[in-house]
């Protein structure tokens, strides 16, 4: 599914607050006089000596050891071509970040003008002692071979060229699986290849690496067939220039075990697909269309293996499966260089980790069952967690054992919780659940369009594919709103509970909501005319399954939002109370909070049963909670009544849930320390692991912490969740973010996806989007 965005927001995001996406934070204290003697004069001095002293110095005293260059000059920019270097430099800062978030390695870009290959390469020699890597990016080719070539040789750092070895390491890892599932040798297979720009030659290579007979490729390039003939070849095509008197693709393509795409959408027929060999592999990896349509493949040849640059797609060549964690690999070891080796450990890797049971969570995030290695599946998914663990060790033993690691690791068995650890500086989670919400996206209702940032919302998750909204509102005004903000939504449906058009449904929705309230105070004529508030119509919707989720209270106060949602739909089976919770992200990994909106004072059978009904929301996101109670005592070190009642609460919840990782009466200080907890406290079932949910002994103290961490941490966050209702309904914050909308759609849709059913007629509408 194509993405539609609209200019003004995606410039916005880049300009507003902030300028640009990223910043640099010091890892140190430097908040006195003290401090900052240190961190700069006269402290600096001293590192400054023992670095003249012995250069190799500057890896313990600097972040060199993880600071990594993106540099371009703009030439080649995906999608966009030679733009220039200030151009270019959005997409180098969006580069970072995902080396941040993949791999925790901090990023400078820098973005040179120079197209000439000598002036680049005496800018990058000169930037050495900043940095312990180099990631080359968008620099056309022919370029950038020679760029590459000549720094490899000439530095002693790390240095690649993502555009190159990206999509060739990724791939030959889809190319050994895939060679797997169908019995076949690499080193006989005929390999047709489209494109042979930077990284077609950089794949042909490393296949050729892997055993692949140069004599067994077809290239194309934009004129033609590589062959003998040409006089144009550089030596890099000449290795790969064919004596066949095959001039055009389809010839080409007769008999083929394997196709590779990396040239321009939709220039490969059926009627090729259909001549090739017995189960054929074709990677189509153009963007932001394949060579071929996924689904026309696969009806022309239901046998096919098939891999494309898609992410709506099966076996998604991505090069985030990469980049990040091949330098986390060399920068562990300090490597001088990113070597053959090193790529080819990489590709192993890859190729292993889909062959192994793949991890609840990566189910959850693409809405599988069960991943299993097969077809359909052939190389990792981006969000499996293992990645960082399984593929920078890979990569740091190779480095080891062809020579080029300055700092060899001893205790791999740390080196990896180590980077398991790292995980936590991401929002990984978010990531999850944004994926798993957009491979089933749901009909949510959002009970004030009238304000724009409910509309700006709305459109994010439409264009998104998270969710098909419905808008409840004045039409006109809300067209007028949408119309004067640049709003566009495909297909939008707007409904006015007020208006005449509406009368029937109000009264058939009125009639049904009588019959729930007809023995509580409210008659026929009242259950009809509060139809015409949005709340109820909206929950009404969601009740009779002409909607999934409803999403309100940004402009009004939480229990007039909540009253409707308990009064027409009602609290799930066997729930005995709702309770409301955050998802709060740190660099410790997600924190789950309640009760932090509903329940005021609860007693200690409440407090029980919000604890329960949390730990079971926090296993639905395929984490294991490891629940502290949080309180201002440790373990029956105060007597008050209030300490007691928590303490209580623990034991029901053992009680009823044994199995369940629960400890309290505990300060939230001394929860998340475990080295005060191993020896004070060395009893505690919290010890081993990190806590990530803690419940809060009221509302008053819940509702605090949340905000403290949000406004004055300044963490992500996702809620209020409203657990225990039997369908989804959602309350936002008053003055709720655009961000924090979308996110609490994501939410919605994840419920719906557990509670509702799914309707054909909104699996049709998906289809037809994509």
């Known amino acids: 599914m194509a993405k539609k965005l609209n200019k003004q927001d995606a410039l916005d995001y880049h300009a507003l607050g902030r300028p640009g996406k990223i910043e640099v934070i010091p890892t140190k204290n430097s908040k006195t006089q003290w401090d900052l003697s240190l961190a700069y004069s006269p402290g600096v001095a001293e590192p400054c000596k023992e670095i003249a002293r012995d250069v190799e110095n500057v890896y313990k005293y600097t972040a060199k050891g993880n600071l990594v260059a993106v540099i371009s000059n703009g030439t080649a920019v995906l999608g966009l071509g030679n733009i220039g270097p200030e151009a270019s430099k959005p997409v180098m800062e969006g580069k970072g970040v995902l080396f941040k978030i993949f791999a925790d390695i901090d990023v400078f870009d820098i973005e040179v003008n120079a197209t000439?290959?000598?002036?680049?390469?005496?800018?990058?020699?000169?930037?050495?002692?900043?940095?312990?890597?180099?990631?080359?990016?968008?620099?056309?080719?022919?370029?950038?071979?020679?760029?590459?070539?000549?720094?490899?040789?000439?530095?002693?750092?790390?240095?690649?060229?993502?555009?190159?070895?990206?999509?060739?390491?990724?791939?030959?890892?889809?190319?050994?699986?895939?060679?797997?599932?169908?019995?076949?040798?690499?080193?006989?297979?005929?390999?047709?290849?489209?494109?042979?720009?930077?990284?077609?030659?950089?794949?042909?290579?490393?296949?050729?690496?892997?055993?692949?007979?140069?004599?067994?490729?077809?290239?194309?390039?934009?004129?033609?067939?590589?062959?003998?003939?040409?006089?144009?070849?550089?030596?890099?095509?000449?290795?790969?220039?064919?004596?066949?008197?095959?001039?055009?693709?389809?010839?080409?393509?007769?008999?083929?075990?394997?196709?590779?795409?990396?040239?321009?959408?939709?220039?490969?027929?059926?009627?090729?697909?259909?001549?090739?060999?017995?189960?054929?592999?074709?990677?189509?990896?153009?963007?932001?269309?394949?060579?071929?349509?996924?689904?026309?493949?696969?009806?022309?040849?239901?046998?096919?293996?098939?891999?494309?640059?898609?992410?709506?797609?099966?076996?998604?060549?991505?090069?985030?499966?990469?980049?990040?964690?091949?330098?986390?690999?060399?920068?562990?070891?300090?490597?001088?260089?990113?070597?053959?080796?090193?790529?080819?450990?990489?590709?192993?890797?890859?190729?292993?980790?889909?062959?192994?049971p793949v991890p609840d969570i990566v189910n959850m995030a693409y809405n599988e069952r069960n991943l299993v290695f097969g077809p359909t599946y052939i190389i990792p998914k981006p969000l499996d967690p293992r990645l960082l663990a399984t593929v920078a060790p890979a990569v740091a033993k190779a480095a080891m054992e062809s020579g080029v690691a300055q700092s060899p690791i001893t205790d791999w068995q740390a080196y990896q919780e180590n980077l398991?650890?790292?995980?936590?500086?991401?929002?990984?989670?978010?990531?999850?659940?944004?994926?798993?919400?957009?491979?089933?996206?749901?009909?949510?209702?959002?009970?004030?369009?009238?304000?724009?940032?409910?509309?700006?919302?709305?459109?994010?998750?439409?264009?998104?594919?998270?969710?098909?909204?419905?808008?409840?509102?004045?039409?006109?005004?809300?067209?007028?709103?949408?119309?004067?903000?640049?709003?566009?939504?495909?297909?939008?449906?707007?409904?006015?509970?007020?208006?005449?058009?509406?009368?029937?449904?109000?009264?058939?929705?009125?009639?049904?909501?009588?019959?729930?309230?007809?023995?509580?105070?409210?008659?026929?004529?009242?259950?009809?005319?509060?139809?015409?508030?949005?709340?109820?119509?909206?929950?009404?919707?969601?009740?009779?399954?002409?909607?999934?989720?409803?999403?309100?209270?940004?402009?009004?106060?939480?229990?007039?939002?909540?009253?409707?949602?308990?009064?027409?739909?009602?609290?799930?089976?066997?729930?005995?109370r709702v309770a409301g919770m955050y998802i709060i992200t740190t660099k410790r990994g997600p924190l789950f909070l309640a009760d932090t909106t509903v329940n005021f004072n609860p007693t200690a059978e409440e407090l029980a049963d919000i604890t329960l009904m949390v730990a079971e929301e926090v296993r639905q996101f395929n984490i294991t909670p490891r629940v502290a109670m949080v309180s201002y005592s440790n373990f029956g070190s105060s007597q008050t009544p209030e300490a007691q009642l928590v303490s209580k609460a623990r034991e029901i919840v053992k009680q009823k849930d044994p199995t369940l990782t629960c400890d309290g009466e505990v300060q939230a200080a001394i929860a998340f320390n475990q080295e005060i907890l191993k020896d004070n406290y060395p009893f505690s079932e919290l010890i081993g692991e990190e806590v990530n949910t803690l419940i809060f002994p009221n509302l008053s103290a819940g509702n605090v912490a949340y905000n403290l961490l949000k406004e004055v941490a300044g963490f992500d966050s996702i809620g209020p969740i409203l657990l225990g209702m039997k369908k989804p309904v959602h309350i936002l914050q008053l003055g709720s973010t655009v961000r924090e909308i979308v996110n609490m759609v994501l939410i919605a849709v994840l419920d719906a996806q557990t509670k509702c059913c799914r309707e054909p007629e909104a699996q049709d509408k998906r289809n037809k989007r994509k």
């Not at 002692?129 to 020679?146: H, M, Q, R, V, Y």
């Not at 153009?286 to 797609?313: C, F, H, L, Q, W």
């Not at 709305?458 to 640049?486: C, F, T, W």
């Not at 109000?506 to 009809?528: C, D, I, T, V």
Request: charged letters at 25%; one cysteine or more; proline letters at 4%.
């Open 116 to 356: 000439n290959i000598d002036e680049f390469v005496n800018v990058v020699k000169a930037l050495e002692p900043t940095f312990g890597g180099i990631n080359l990016e968008d620099i056309k080719s022919p370029e950038c071979f020679a760029i590459e070539e000549r720094l490899r040789k000439e530095l002693k750092i790390p240095i690649m060229h993502d555009d190159q070895h990206g999509t060739a390491i990724i791939s030959a890892a889809a190319l050994l699986n895939a060679l797997d599932i169908v019995k076949k040798k690499i080193e006989k297979v005929k390999i047709v290849v489209n494109g042979a720009g930077a990284a077609a030659m950089a794949c042909v290579r490393l296949y050729v690496s892997l055993g692949a007979k140069p004599e067994n490729f077809i290239m194309f390039d934009k004129d033609g067939v590589l062959n003998t003939q040409r006089t144009d070849l550089d030596d890099v095509k000449k290795i790969f220039a064919t004596t066949s008197k095959v001039t055009k693709l389809e010839e080409a393509l007769k008999g083929a075990d394997v196709f590779v795409g990396l040239s321009v959408g939709n220039v490969v027929t059926p009627e090729m697909i259909r001549s090739m060999g017995k189960y054929p592999i074709v990677f189509a990896m153009a963007n932001p269309d394949p060579e071929i349509a996924y689904e026309v493949a696969k009806s022309a040849r239901p046998d096919i293996i098939m891999a494309t640059g898609r992410t709506d797609y099966p076996n998604q060549v991505n090069n985030v499966l990469g980049f990040p964690y091949i330098f986390r690999g060399a920068l562990d070891v300090r490597a001088t260089q990113i070597n053959e080796a090193m790529k080819l450990a990489a590709v192993h890797a890859l190729a292993d980790l889909a062959k192994t």
């Open 420 to 576: 398991n650890h790292r995980l936590g500086l991401d929002n990984h989670l978010f990531r999850v659940i944004g994926s798993k919400a957009r491979k089933d996206p749901r009909k949510v209702v959002f009970a004030e369009a009238d304000n724009i940032k409910i509309l700006k919302a709305a459109q994010i998750v439409n264009d998104e594919g998270i969710a098909y909204p419905i808008l409840l509102g004045n039409e006109s005004k809300i067209r007028g709103l949408m119309a004067e903000h640049g709003i566009e939504i495909d297909d939008v449906v707007i409904i006015d509970p007020k208006s005449d058009e509406m009368q029937a449904k109000r009264h058939h929705f009125g009639e049904l909501f009588f019959e729930k309230r007809k023995r509580k105070g409210l008659n026929l004529y009242e259950a009809k005319k509060i139809m015409r508030e949005r709340n109820y119509f909206g929950c009404m919707l969601v009740e009779t399954g002409e909607a999934d989720a409803l999403i309100s209270g940004l402009t009004r106060k939480y229990p007039d939002t909540i009253r409707p949602a308990l009064q027409v739909i009602g609290m799930s089976p066997g729930a005995r």
